[in-house]
């Protein structure tokens, strides 16, 4: 049995959020403004760089007084931007970051993620009985969990995009349940914010996504080999030893198979939750499931695979416990949710003005050459992406270079017409030396240097007059003597 390295696709079916966590969330009049339509997420180091009083700015995010913020950068605003969103709606709300690497700060679909979804679906495949969860895939501690042997990369995203979400919740009126939109947390009086209306806010969170039809490139390694060596090198049992042993064997498309299975019957089941308990647009779920069900093959050369925010309890563990949705689950018999249904909220996004579920991927295998084909496809977006946000950037450049330039130039020429006054200057200290000398003849040739330099000066001219004039004085007496 070999390790084999299949290079794969990744395509953002629904809205895809992977969290940043908690502490990378950004909060409203801190990390971010709304103004325009636009959600601006503030970097503190252009702010710095393009001279705003950072002082003030401090006091501002102390109160988080956002409309100071904005006042205090004005039309600086988007020089001082890390990033700048077209804003859903309106939000009091802390926008729910995605995770971005940290050399190129590029949104990144981390090969964790992936893998945790897929070790759920792997949970229901593999187990037979009620077995935890050590006991189906093994232990890190001696080497032998199955999940060491299934190596996912990162995948880089080309771009995000800011998406609302709502909480469809279920209500109880009297021993009847049916389905609403939270809009608010349960007041002091026991009274629910949930009711059947759709409203976009009110309990909403907006959600950083990667959009859908965006795509990366990945890779997910199968170690057979590395799992035949440990199996044979062990003194610890393995479960389910020989469905490990040849799904590792097989190509990915059995693993993806696996994968469409889980979704397949996620999908069906959540279908009949959303049209036992309807409410306004619960409709347009609907058809978002049955649109997701279309995608998935029968012979496993893709898989469908719901991950990260908005996961869900059923897909997180494997989708094992329960046959349905609506009726199984049953209802929480002890503790502050007592009487209340299990499992019964669920997140929803809504996208290019219609509701969805979040984060569903289709993920698949490629060749050599479809590899080589997406690769430059995704090279030409990344590059469209990134004139789009440079383009600011480099308008604001371009116009610098020319204020430089106009700077030298302005510089070269006061150094020029400082060099021509003092030329005129001393011309003209000359010619008024020579006069005061009764050198009229010199000092008038003088002059008509400086007259040739001369801008807007007249002192040359009122000279030359009295030089010209004393000259010819002088001349008409010189004669007088001589004759």
Partial sequence: MEDIKYPIELEVVTPLSVGAGNDNEWTRGIDFVQKDGKVYVIDIQKAVANGIDIDRLTQLFLRSDEEGISQLLGNKIDKVSKFIFKSPVKTTNAIKAFLRTELFDKPVVAGSSLKGSIRSALFNYLRIDEKKNEEVFGNMKDGTDLMRFIRVADIEMPSTVLVNTKIFNLMKDGTHWYGGWKHGGTDREGNSHTDEHFKPTGFNTLYECVAPGKKGLGSIILAGNAFDLMAKNTSSSIAYRDKKKALLASDISSLFQIVNEVTKSYLQKEKAFFAKYPAERSEELIDNIDYLLSLI?????????????????????????????????????????????KFKSRKTAEFGGRLQLMGFVKLRKLNKEEFENVADELFKEHQAIKEEVLAPVKAREVERHKAIETEKQLKVETEKEEKRRNSYQTLLSKAHQLYNNEIYDEAINILHQAGLIAVNEVEHSTLLDECVKARDISAFRQSLQEG
């Fill in 297 to 341: 093959p029968d012979d496993g050369s893709c898989c469908l695979l719901k991950m990260s925010a908005g996961v869900g309890f059923h897909s997180i563990t494997g989708d094992w416990q329960y046959k349905d949705y609506w009726d199984e689950p049953g209802q929480w018999e002890y503790g502050r949710d007592a009487g209340k249904k």
